[in-house]
């Protein structure tokens, strides 16, 4: 059953609110601008807030649910991120403020820029892209301008890895380069003599996502890295996959030029429709007067009796402004707080607790499931989402009946060199009882579609509403509701 709409809940005369007399003199409205009838329905208090509470109970949410949607990091969002974001001194201020009365507010930002390039092994940092899109398109407009500004223009293409971000192609399209697509060897790695047969004059950079979408850390990445640079190119890092390396592996001391960072991921603020995002960039020294401003800095150093004073700098060779004002400040303040929370110590045992998970869950479902690369995940995987001796069964159908499991499913079809691909990332947030649940209910999904397989293809059969017709959906959008005459 679907849920009614408010207008068909509606019932003459009812009244949810009743207006006090106006304490002021009632004004007649401009001509043309007052309308005879309102059609707005009539309810109680009481029909609209069960109303929107229902329809609130049909969203699924991290709160509610575990999100297995690998590469995309759905971790739970701290509750104490939310209070401190709330907080007057943070929430009310405004970016027109004069910059001595919002010395608190600069320093937070600045040490968040402290704290990601000692994350990343990075000399700067920038915190104003939006997401980690835009990150991205960050990266590849700072390695376009870098060669410009050394007259090496020769240089137009960029190398992207078969298991990298979807994003990443488009990205470097977008910042008008070629793009030259890299395959994987047999262990999901970067294959190396595809690299070397595409390092000459014309190569502007690689971008490289590590670890990748399959889940694995690229065995020869300083190699990989070093054959770039040989010929002239920059590496860019995607580091939406960041949680796995937290207080691990810094990707500046690994070679890389340029990576933007996903707050919206590694440090936990919110996901999906949570958002707004955010995808900051840092760089190596060559790169520094690149970024995108403005910058919070230090303008003049403080002493024992004053604190430091902070304001703004632009880099001299800058790409130029990417966000309005300073970026999403109550998604810095979130992350800021993530990060004082949890210190060095805490934030490697996040990385080595999301990577614990996702070995665990592939192991216990490794046995229904064809694993493509059997090595070592960092902290996701990918398994196949089909059987030889059931050809009727894909992805989708598991996906679909994984709901009636009470589990949002994981992400489909992605990364591309995979067959039927089901990417799963359990984050270090779930317990090992969520992951032993839903493991039962992937295994007990293999089971039927070897026993039932129609079942499988009319999934999901407890959900308000059943499997859609996906393609007509992204084609014919409704984007507002129907209001009956």
């Not at 137009?156 to 470097?172: F, M, Q, R």
């Not at 920059?234 to 390396?245: I, S, T, W």
């Amino acid at each position: 059953m679907t849920e009614k709409t408010i207008y068909e809940l509606s019932q003459p005369g009812r009244v949810g609110v009743t207006f006090p007399e106006p304490d002021v003199p009632l004004t007649p409205s401009p001509m043309g601008f007052e309308r005879e009838h309102l059609n707005l329905p009539e309810l109680s208090e009481l029909d609209v807030i069960r109303h929107f509470t229902n329809l609130s109970k049909l969203n699924y949410s991290i709160n509610s649910g575990f999100y297995p949607l690998g590469s995309c990091t759905m971790k739970y969002n701290p509750k104490i991120n939310e209070e401190a974001a709330r907080m007057p001194g943070l929430a009310n201020t405004h970016p027109f403020q004069p910059i001595v009365s919002v010395q608190g507010n600069l320093y937070i930002m600045y040490q968040l820029q402290e704290w990601l390039q000692e994350i990343s092994g990075f000399h700067r940092v920038c915190l104003t892209p939006a997401a980690g899109a835009q990150g991205e398109l960050v990266g590849a407009l700072i390695i376009k301008n870098y060669h410009q500004k050394n007259n090496d223009t020769k240089r137009v293409k960029i190398l992207i890895p078969d298991s990298a971000h979807g994003t990443n192609p488009a990205t470097s399209s977008m910042s008008g380069f070629n793009v030259v697509p890299l395959q994987s060897d047999e262990r999901g790695n970067v294959d190396i003599q595809a690299l070397k047969s595409e390092c000459d004059e014309t190569l502007a950079g690689l971008m490289l996502t590590n670890p990748n979408t399959l889940g694995l850390f690229d065995e020869n990445v300083e190699e990989v890295i070093q054959l770039v640079h040989s010929a002239g190119g920059l590496v860019y890092g995607d580091g939406a996959n960041l949680n796995a390396l937290l207080g691990i592996v810094r990707p500046g001391d690994l070679g890389f030029d340029v990576m933007h960072f996903n707050l919206h991921k590694t440090f936990s603020t919110p996901h999906g429709g949570g958002g707004p995002g955010s995808g900051p960039v840092g760089v190596a020294e060559h790169l520094n007067d690149y970024l995108p401003g403005p910058i919070v800095t230090i303008i003049e150093e403080g002493d024992e009796e004053s604190p430091p004073f902070f304001g703004f700098y632009w880099p001299e060779k800058t790409v130029g402004r990417m966000k309005a004002f300073y970026g999403h400040f109550g998604m810095l303040i979130r992350a800021y707080t993530y990060i004082a929370m949890h210190g060095g110590k805490g934030l490697r045992n996040i990385a080595e607790m999301a990577v614990l998970n996702a070995n665990y869950l592939k192991s216990q479902i490794k046995e229904d499931y064809t694993l493509p690369y059997d090595r070592t995940c960092m902290h996701e995987f990918v398994v196949e989402g089909s059987w030889d001796k059931v050809p009727a069964v894909h992805a989708l159908d598991i996906s679909k009946r994984l709901m009636d499991y009470g589990f949002h499913p994981p992400t489909n079809y992605f990364p591309l060199i995979v067959h039927e691909a089901l990417m799963i990332e359990p984050t270090e947030t779930e317990s090992k009882q969520t992951l032993d649940a839903f493991a039962k209910a992937m295994k007990s999904i293999a089971k039927e579609a070897r026993e039932n397989p129609d079942l499988l293809h009319g999934a999901p059969f407890t959900t308000p509403i059943r499997r859609c017709d996906e393609v007509k959906a992204a084609r014919d959008l409704v984007l507002c509701c129907w209001i009956p005459d």
